[in-house]
């Protein structure tokens, strides 16, 4: 009487062969999408800014001259959605869009400088648009300076990584001679990088930083 043997290796492929029928497909981890900041300007002048991407942001010292946006919040508990957009060294263009005591979702007022400050007991949001940033030169003044303050910002999600929202704004220019502008169709998704880098005196002259902050 012959005895049938099924070879050792045989088994093991039937084994995995069903193991394999019988498990659920792994789902991929989700991927935060890439770090925006965008809005319209027209008015004093008009164009899009749009900066995609993000950088190695230092815990201290001088924010990198580079592309790149992301939401900073410092020591004192301070967050801002800030890009800057990198031109010809050493040149560039920088947002920044302060959110005072905020850290729901809702929709807050953009209010003016002297209104909204870090001993201000209440939410409120104030920002600065700068255009042609000599970013080595704290001495040269930036080629068009404007205060963002009138408007409404939605914040549409935030928590300790990241915050999404939406805003409208109007601005007033920092010196004598130059209209208003008007920011339409304004976005963020930016991740939330805690640095002491974004400080107010760290950016100096450059008015990077609303006045009072």
Same mark, same amino acid.
């Given at each position: ?6 070879p050792?290796l045989?088994?093991? =492929?039937?084994?995995?062969? $069903?193991? #394999? ?9 989700? =991927? ?10 027209? #008015? ?11 950088t190695?942001l230092?815990s201290?010292? /001088? &924010?990198?001259?580079a592309t790149w946006?992301? #939401?900073?919040?410092?020591?004192n ?24 005591? $905020? ?6 007022? $953009? ?22 940033v000599?970013?080595?030169?704290r001495?040269?003044a930036?080629?068009?300076?404007y205060?963002? /303050?009138a408007?409404?910002?939605t ?7 990241? $915050?999404?929202?939406?805003? =409208? ?5 920092t ?5 208003? &502008?008007s &920011? ?23 008015q &990077?930083w609303?006045?009072?902050?």
């Open positions: 009487m012959k005895t049938h043997r099924t050792l045989s088994l093991l =492929v039937v084994a995995l062969l $069903i193991a #394999g029928c019988d498990r659920s497909p792994v789902e991929p981890e989700p =991927v935060d999408p890439e770090p925006t900041t965008s809005f319209t300007y027209s #008015g004093d002048r008009s164009g899009s800014f749009q900066v995609r991407g993000t190695m230092p201290s010292g /001088e &924010l990198p001259y946006t992301a #939401g900073l919040r410092t020591e508990g301070t967050l801002a959605v800030a890009a800057l957009r990198a031109g010809d060294t050493p040149m560039a263009d920088a947002f920044v869009l302060a959110l005072h005591r $905020i850290s729901t979702p809702g929709t807050y007022t $953009i209010t003016r400088n002297s209104e909204c400050r870090l001993d201000t007991p209440t939410s409120c949001a104030v920002g600065t648009l700068n255009f042609g000599d970013w080595f030169n001495s040269v930036p080629a068009a300076s205060m963002i /303050e408007g409404s910002v914040v549409t999600s935030i928590d300790a990584d990241r $915050i999404r929202g939406t805003f =409208v704004a109007s601005t007033r220019p010196s004598t001679g130059n209209a208003t &502008l &920011l339409t169709s304004g976005s963020f998704d930016v991740p939330i990088v805690r640095t002491e880098a974004a400080r107010p005196a760290s950016l100096g002259t450059l &990077l609303p006045h009072g902050w």
